[in-house]
């Protein structure tokens, strides 16, 4: 290496601009008198929205630090959904944290340190690096789940999440451990040189294993439900969009890189990873079924659409459909990001709200969404718009990010998968559609409270817009993505 | 601009232009949203004056191609051949119809009813436009949202287990089909466009047959054929009256219209490999459906399972590939379409009367609402295919064409169905007897009104329709002509490359058979 690395500096400018803004939104806190913060959530979206045209704007590809991380059209897509989830859920969190009197400017800081974190993963194509990226993401978000402190539900998913995201990070780094025995190397590029060498098998398996955790696939989805139902609910939005983002750009990574030295099929690693996209898909589905807490059937159909996100990265490691895969992931990540924050964001404006002490038993009911549609008709329509989307009926976005991923999957060859894959989501029309059900058809039971704020409002028409407009012209951000959909 | 896209996104429009007016101004949206589908009525007519049916002309018409999604090979690309215009402008007399049928009827939520009845009618001509597999897929599944309201919320005390049923059937059905479309797009260079796709398909026997299958399956369903009805009964009748009549009327002649554009000419080998266990199963439904009939004592019910065995009639002559049979069939999707859409609203009339639909508590109401019953007698009538009525022409060209064809053992397809026709004759006249003949035995049936002006205008174009179509079908079977035609040759074609014996066509007559083959060997020493 020669002279000052510029151009590896620049490259982690949005990374750069995510941490100044936590640390600024940390020291405005320490330094507030007026007790007045809504400026807090704007300044959070105004620094994720520079973080995002950074990214984008200086788009430079190449190796950053000697390959420890990348910059590519893949990442910088990344860094925008990441980006775009921060914004959105700071403005989702804003009223709903202010009705609960606990609005504090440490809540922004830790959700910007942990897109920064978001961020630096999606770069990663390194072991040591990826460890440290998912270590800044996860412990941010183990704090932001334990936000109110109060009551028995967060401290249990806090607790829950804490424990089974170390037992991951720990399968991670141990496996990362066996992986550089056999390798010599941390640096993804160098993994296909261990291949061969039982180490190899074990440490990738266990990485693997500890990426599956983040992404939530079964059979290491256990710990989903109770913490997305239990964490202040934007910030389950928050995990729901961003988290799992993050982790998709890892374990994509990971995977091709361990799957270069094979031929065109997928072979070993890929075979387990399909393996687990068919298990996420039946299970995450099957799960949401029953479920009458909609903030819960939400957690379980967020574990349903990464054995759909998984079906995308295995046919990216077919190689000549890996570019449309990848474009479809992306595509699809971007999608599911804005849905499912919308989703939360409506689950919170409804939830029913703890009367000092006494936690309500069921705050997201389904019974709390009947006859929505005649108090609120607005709320319902943007509800019902996220639910069709999750659902992929078209002419919504969430329609065409599955088109996008199934079309990979058959051009790649995995036929089985892409018909578990439209089967499960036959599966999935019913449970969504029951909240419509519920919201359109049901008399309204007595009035409840509803929360309603400008900033919630902008983060509501924002997600429906992308909704909406992406499921009549979805052209642009396709473009987009199939620019992004290479790996550098 | 393009004329079928206005007529396609006209209803959508009004439906948008509808979300913004005030909710209180009940009488406005009324008006507007009957304009608004008077509007596109009119211009659908267009389309009908415009359609050249000569032996020339181009196969679709009124075509408009242009990029929509091209970095996934989706195009809008629309266009209409004979069959399509004509359900086409089926859909586009029914819904005003409906609209006018529920002034009454629907007094709740009305600018949400109006909205979902709009955006269903852009779904369902979009359906029949649509010649990109994508386009025709959206529009086919955007069709299930507002249907699923329709039915969720105006529909009677059952209605959501019915809404429920009736989403997740037809949309567990056509997800299948979506794999089979982009199947399809790895296989024919690319592309999602319906000429290309039919044109360039290269796959291999066994795949065209399982493509086949996901395509029928989705078809099926929406038809629907037995064994796949259950989900009918229920949704027809807890569905409120507009939406069973858009049900009847257009939602089921989706399915056969996709057999008929899609399954039949994309897959002709496998569909020659699979059309005597459909042919049989129409037959099956065909019996089934009148049999049920038979005993339903819920008028709306029976209608529905009279919908069954009909539909089985269209499936019958489609599977027949003969071209007889092939017109007879597309007839009878608008006859069914418009008879069986006219029993609905009467049913839905008498319900608003009486607020029952049980044939029990009515009977001798001929006296009471002679209006009302000579209407009812007249619908029956051509639902049952009276000669005269439109229902006779196309169950006649339906059982001639069957007979005639190379199906196997036509002869007793065709005694089949026509058993079923009988059957179909017996159930509704008892329907009509018990309803409306005999004494009148209930009190509260003495002072039910006959029809008002307005039901009048919802009734008088079925009537007029019924006669027209019955008694000069010409214009009506005219544009159907070439559709017919390029199908029997495109299965001609298939013939040829699979060889072996005719498989599809007529067979001439046995009463000519002497003359020809008289005149195949003029000279015998």
Redesign the interface.
Known sequence: MTGFPTTSFAALLPVAILTLGAVVLLLSEAFLVSGKRAYQSGLTVAFAAAAAVAALALHRPGPVFDGQGTLDGFSAFVTAIVCAGLALSALVGASWLEARGSERGEFYALATFGAAGMVLLGMATDLLVAFVSIEVMSISTYALAAWLRRGLRPSEAAFKYLVLGAVSSALFVYGSALLYGACGSTAFAKLPEGQGSPLYLVGMGLALAGVAFKVAAVPFHAWTPDVYEGAPTPVTAFMAAGVKTASFALLVRLLLAAETGTAVKVAGFGALVSALALLTMIAGNLLALPQRSVKRMLAYSSIAHAGYLLIGVVSAAVAGARAQALAGLLFYLAVYSATVIGAFAVVGVLERRAEGEREPADPWDLSRFSGLARRHPALAFAMAVFLLSLAGIPPTAGFFAKLYVFRAAIGAGFEMLAIVGVLTSALGAYYYLRVVLYMYMRPPEAEAEVLSAPSLAVALLAAVLVVVVLGVAAEPLVRLAAAAGTLG | MNLLSLVVFLPLFGALTLAVLPRDEVGQHRVLALSVSLATFVLSLFLWTGFDAGSGAAEFQFEQRS??????GIGYHVGLDGVALLLVLLTTVLTPVVILSAYRAVAERVK?FLIAILVLETAMIGTFAALDL?LF??FW??M??PM??LI??WGSQN??YA??KF??YT??AS??M??AI??V??HDGNTFDYLEARRALEVTPQAARWLFLAFALAFAVKVPMFPLHTWLPDAHTEAPTAASVILAGVLLKMGTFGFFRYALPLFPEAALSYRGAIAALAVVGILYGAMMSFVQTDMKRLVAYSSVSHLGFVMLGLMALSAEALTGSVYQMLNHGISTGALFLLVGLLYERRHTRQIADYGGLGKVTPALAAVFVVVTLSSIGLPGTNGFVGEFLILSGTWLSRLGAPAVMAALGALGVILGAVYMLLLVERVFFGPLRKEENRTLGDLSVREGFVLGPMVALILLMGLLPQPFLRPVKPAVDRLVQRFQAAEVRLGGETRVGTVPPAIARPALQARARPERP
């Open positions: 990029a929509w999604l091209p970095s996934l949400e994508v897929y959206v599944e955007a299930l949202v699923y309201l969720g919320i209605r959501l809404t429920i989403f997740v949309f567990a997800v299948l979506l794999l982009l199947y797009y790895f």
